[in-house]
């Protein structure tokens, strides 16, 4: 629950800092908000291992252990909640 906690302030942390630089520059803050974003979310989907086959995604279900699924399940929410604000503030920011 701390991990939580954690990597969801350091995500509204990047995303605040990319708030501070919009007030300078609009589209240099939606630029960098969207790749930050846009990169965690696809370091996530590729931690999850969604971007397999079902084949794929099947043998590595019945091949790893509990232990190694949460850990995988932790890491991808880890790059979730780093990624999630960043990508709302771009759209926010698109938008204003």
């Not at 007030?23 to 974003?37: C, E, M, N, V, Y």
């Not at 043998?59 to 995988?72: F, G, I, L, T």
Request: proline share 2%; with cysteine.
């Amino acid at each position: 629950m701390r991990l939580f906690y954690k990597s969801l302030f350091y995500g509204f942390s990047f995303a605040f800092i990319i708030f501070i630089i919009s007030w300078f520059d609009p589209k240099l803050a939606i630029t960098i908000s969207g790749f930050l974003g846009g990169g965690l979310l696809i370091l996530a989907m590729i931690f999850s291992g969604s971007l397999n086959s079902g084949d794929r995604l099947r043998a590595n279900y019945s091949r790893e252990s509990n232990e190694e699924r949460n850990v995988r399940f932790e890491v991808t929410g880890t790059f979730l909640k780093l990624g999630v604000p960043s990508l709302a503030l771009c759209i926010l920011l698109y938008f204003l």
